[in-house]
């Protein structure tokens, strides 16, 4: 610091005191040098007459690594007085000392005021938001549910990798989370990490846990996985049952799936079947073509179990009916049911239409698509091809006419997600294709786009987690 100072006192009789790049250099030294003096780093700031934005933000940094809470938002509210517009850093920094200070309520408002400004996804903001929110086990469980429930699993992830770097194990409720956003994403790799992580921790024993493993295994394609973890559970309940029920059925194991539901009915089995596991089933007929089996599980359903049938499960049953070419049977059970048919359900009796050459009714439900979605170009594709495929090659050029004069178009080609791309770039919390470490750089964005954090992210993703659950799970 003496050194500094001597530096300091030449620049005053430069007359250089009021120049922001020089003078800048000065704070920002005392601000964020461990040999730095906060209290010089402000008693220069103050003299000067007109600070600029990178000014207030390198004071506000400082009082904030120095724990100086209430002095860094003083600050911060003097800086808006006077004319200046908070940016990225200045949200990071701010928000760094609510993390560093523990002060989650004020972080919240820090985050709002972010949001207020559009900047809370920037990825410097982003980053530190998901710090400071795990320094807070219930806060970050609150958080992760809303990242997952807004559509946002990847950031989820990446909660749950920052409680981890700050020490904070996670509970049965993060870990529910967690695995749900891993099934979204398909993100099989992370979700054997957590796998790895509940292990040997004693929250393997619990359903929830369970039920969430068997989930994201399934939704993954490791279904022999889920089985495993299935037959293994000392206790199941109708989520456990209606879990691998599902699972069996999206991986065409129809029988497999009906003798599950039948095994559930047992009374030692302990588990009353509910809406969702007739939809399990239901699905599973669908994809076998077991019509007359779907007839009598949709009949025990609503006779039986007194289950009113949802648009789900009609659904299911219209497509059962379709696949199996019924076409008629499976158009008079869409247009009696007691609900509004949605844009899915008509789809999927135009797709069935296409398949079987079935003009007429086809030509009816692309009336009743327009009506709920006029422009989504498969709907013209499928009845173009429909017409083609039956020799109606008058009509098939019309209706690419009429989704033209629409001005419906085509999705762009190459647009869909390949499973050989990358999931992150921490930059957005997405997943890494061959990188087990995070790097200073995938935390923090390029140092041209500013100074990084002070703290970056070097958070482990082990490799041989990949791996562990390929063997048979004990």
């Known amino acids: 610091m003496a050194d500094l100072k001597q530096i300091h006192a030449q620049i005053i009789r430069a007359g250089l005191d009021q120049h922001v790049f020089v003078v800048g250099r000065i704070i920002s030294f005392c601000s964020v040098s461990e040999v730095g003096s906060i209290a010089y780093a402000a008693e220069v700031f103050e003299r000067m007459e007109r600070p600029d934005g990178f000014l207030w933000n390198t004071i506000i940094r400082g009082l904030g690594r120095t724990g100086n809470l209430r002095e860094a938002f003083l600050c911060y509210r003097r800086m808006r007085e006077d004319g200046k517009a908070a940016d990225n850093f200045t949200f990071s920094f701010l928000l760094k000392t609510c993390a560093q200070t523990e002060s989650a309520g004020l972080g919240k408002q820090v985050h709002g005021c972010a949001v207020k400004e559009g900047l809370d996804s920037h990825p410097h903001v982003r980053n530190t938001l998901i710090h400071m929110y795990a320094m807070s086990r219930e806060v970050s469980n609150t958080i992760i549910g809303g990242y997952v429930h807004s559509g946002e699993p990847k950031v989820t992830l990446g909660v749950l990798l920052e409680m981890q770097r700050c020490g904070f194990p996670p509970d ?5 989370v ?15 990490w957590v796998h790895s992580l509940i292990d040997g921790s004693g929250l393997e024993r619990l359903i929830a846990i369970c039920n969430s493993l068997i989930d994201m295994y399934a939704k993954c394609g490791e279904i022999s996985c889920a089985r495993e973890l299935f037959a293994g559970m000392a206790e199941k309940n109708v989520v456990s049952w209606n879990s691998m029920i599902l699972g069996l059925a999206a991986h065409g194991s129809a029988a497999e799936a009906l003798d599950l539901f039948a095994a559930m009915q047992h009374p030692r089995a302990c588990a009353e079947p509910n809406a969702v596991t007739f939809l399990g089933v239901l699905c599973a007929c669908s994809r076998a073509g077991l019509v007359e089996q779907g007839r009598r599980l949709f009949d025990s359903m609503t006779n039986h179990h007194r289950i009113a049938p949802t648009i789900q499960h009609y659904g299911c049953m219209a497509d059962l ?7 008629r049977e499976a158009y008079k059970l869409v247009v009696a049911m007691p609900i509004e048919p949605n844009a899915v359900v008509w789809r999927t009796l135009l797709a069935a239409c296409r398949v079987h050459g079935d003009l007429k009714p086809g030509e ?17 594709v499928l009845l173009s091809h ?8 008058e009509e098939a050029p019309k209706v690419r006419e009429s989704m033209e004069g629409r001005g419906v178009e085509k999705p762009a080609p190459g647009t869909a997600w390949s499973a050989s791309e990358p999931l992150v770039n921490l930059r ?20 041209e786009n500013g100074p990084p954090l002070d703290e970056p992210a070097a958070m482990a993703y082990p490799i041989a987690a990949r791996n562990i659950y390929r063997r048979p799970i004990r």
Not at 172 to 176: C, K, N, P, S
């Open 172 to 176: 049965e409720a993060t870990l529910v």
């Open 178 to 192: 967690v695995l749900s956003a891993c099934s979204e994403l398909g993100a099989l790799d992370f979700g054997r």
């Open 321 to 327: 009916l379709a696949r199996a070419g019924l076409m």
């Open 364 to 380: 009816r439900i692309r009336w009743h698509l327009l009506d709920w979605d006029p422009d989504h170009s498969g709907d013209y």
């Open 386 to 393: 429909m017409y083609a495929g039956a020799g109606g090659w």
């Open 428 to 447: 957005s919390f997405s997943w890494l294709r061959a990188g087990d470490q995070y790097s200073r750089e995938d935390f923090n964005g390029p140092e």
